[in-house]
């Protein structure tokens, strides 16, 4: 399959990169710059230069897909915005290119917000502050759904593995002695290890019929305290666990903050239904190879 990726460098979309190639499907990359063009190259990508706020650029690539699947975000304050001018681009394109063709959009867990309870991918949405754009964003990509253009929407748990993310933040913190951790910790993060992940984009297209939203994380219901207790204990001299009162942190990180004090329990019965079954069983059981992953990634950067 032809396959159109953004965001083939970020931390998302390396590893769906890397489950695409794995699963021999032919994939065109979009990458703002010649070094990092080199590296998807190297990985097995064919690279496009240019951005997401330029569709001129690679619409004719995209188009000639068989499916484009959407993992980048540009993090600035006009984040939002170039990601809904993405959309009003390139879903009618895709629709009136003739054949079959497919797109999956990257969302995120955070757009359920608080889930104590559990929540699966039919829960109604309660975002937190820093997506509170994202459920208009899903809602345009399943409307796009039509007898030409099969859609999903895919929402990542908290992603770990290799050296980047929140997770292996937490790890270079307890390298250099003090793990932060927002409140008492006892709220709940799903979690998903960045190539089971992977592997989820790539049975989406495998699926002919896989369209709407799919939960992407494991069933370990980890508290944010014990994840921090298992990463600290693994370094030596032990680290040190800060508790950051949420008002604290709200007045350094903002909307972020919230974010990570979330609780939430995840299921994903549609991304089960396709057989996809996580390898990673959580982090508190898998500190020592985070670290080892950690290491070995951060070493290459």
């Known amino acids: 399959m032809q396959v159109f990726l953004t965001g083939g460098t970020g931390y998302i979309g390396a590893a769906v990169l890397d489950a695409l190639i794995r699963a021999v499907h032919h994939v065109t990359a979009l990458v703002r710059d010649p070094e990092k063009a080199a590296r998807l190259e190297a990985r097995g990508a064919t690279p496009v230069l240019g951005e997401i706020a330029g569709p001129r650029r690679y619409l004719e690539q995209a188009v000639a897909a068989d499916a484009v699947v959407h993992t980048a975000f540009e993090a600035t304050p006009r984040g939002p915005a170039v990601d809904k ?5 390139i879903l009618p394109a895709l629709a009136g290119a003739g054949g079959a063709r497919a797109f999956i959009y990257t969302s995120g867990i955070w757009v359920l917000g ?3 309870d559990g929540a699966d991918e039919t829960a109604a949405l309660a975002p937190a502050d820093i997506v509170k754009w994202r459920p208009e964003h899903e809602s345009q990509v399943l409307a796009a759904q039509s007898a030409q253009l099969r859609t999903a929407v895919v929402r990542p748990g908290i992603v770990y593995g290799s050296s980047r993310g ?15 951790v927002i409140g008492d910790g006892k ?7 960045d190539r089971d992940l992977g592997d989820l984009y790539a049975r989406l297209l495998a699926s002919t019929d896989a369209s709407g939203v799919f939960h992407a994380a494991g069933d370990e219901d980890e508290c944010v305290f014990d994840i921090a ?23 350094k990180m903002g909307p972020y903050a919230d974010a990570l004090a979330l609780d939430q329990v995840v299921r994903c019965p549609h ?12 982090i508190t059981g898998n500190a020592p190879r985070l670290f080892e992953e950690y290491r070995r990634a951060a070493s290459r950067e």
Not at 85 to 89: S, T
Not at 166 to 180: H, Q, T, Y
Not at 187 to 193: A, D, F, G, K, T
């Open 229 to 251: 207790e298992a990463i600290r204990s693994h370094v030596d001299p032990v680290a040190d666990i800060r508790f950051m009162p949420l008002t604290e942190a709200r007045a």
């Open 271 to 282: 991304a089960r239904a396709l057989g996809w079954s996580p390898a990673m069983h959580g």
């Open 187 to 193: 709220n709940r993060w799903p979690c998903v290890y």
């Open 85 to 89: 001018q993405f959309l009003d681009v």
């Open 114 to 116: 608080p889930q104590p």
């Open 166 to 180: 929140i997770v292996s933040d937490m790890l270079k913190d307890a390298l250099n002695g003090l793990v932060r």
